[in-house]
């Protein structure tokens, strides 16, 4: 496959399509889910040099999303209603953790080393 043609398949990956969801309709409530998209791509090439001779080729694409919650429209109104990410929380609170225990050690040496 040609760099050129790798590069313009991937500009169809990054539409407004992959961000907002199909709206769904229950009753008087429409939701549309939002979606965080990241997209990245890659290029390269090749030459023939020496008497060894060379070739080249590349390529590379990446795309990845994740949720960012929801518009939720009702009687005229519309509400952003943000999706929770359990995994960002507790990661975060597992590194408080460790930042406050690592802050009672040293206050703990500090204080036994002026009780000498």
């Known amino acids: 496959m040609d760099i050129m043609e790798l590069v313009e398949k991937t500009k169809d990956g990054a539409t407004v399509q992959r961000v907002f969801g199909e709206p769904i309709t229950r009753g008087d409530v429409t939701v549309i889910p939002v979606a965080r998209v990241a997209q ?6 090749g030459a023939s040099e020496g ?5 080249g080729s590349g390529g590379g694409y990446g ?3 994740t949720p960012a919650g929801v518009f939720v429209i009702k009687d005229g109104e519309v509400r952003w209603q943000p999706a929770v990410d359990v995994t960002r929380i507790v990661l975060g609170g597992q590194v408080v953790a460790v930042v406050l225990l690592l802050t009672v050690r040293a206050v703990v040496k500090r204080w036994r080393k002026g009780r000498r």
Do not use: I
């Not at 990245?40 to 090439?45: E, F, L, V, Y």
């Not at 008497?51 to 070739?55: A, I, L, P, V, Y």
């Open 40 to 45: 990245g791509g890659g290029g390269g090439s």
């Open 51 to 55: 008497d060894h001779g060379g070739q």
């Open 63 to 65: 795309l990845g999303a």
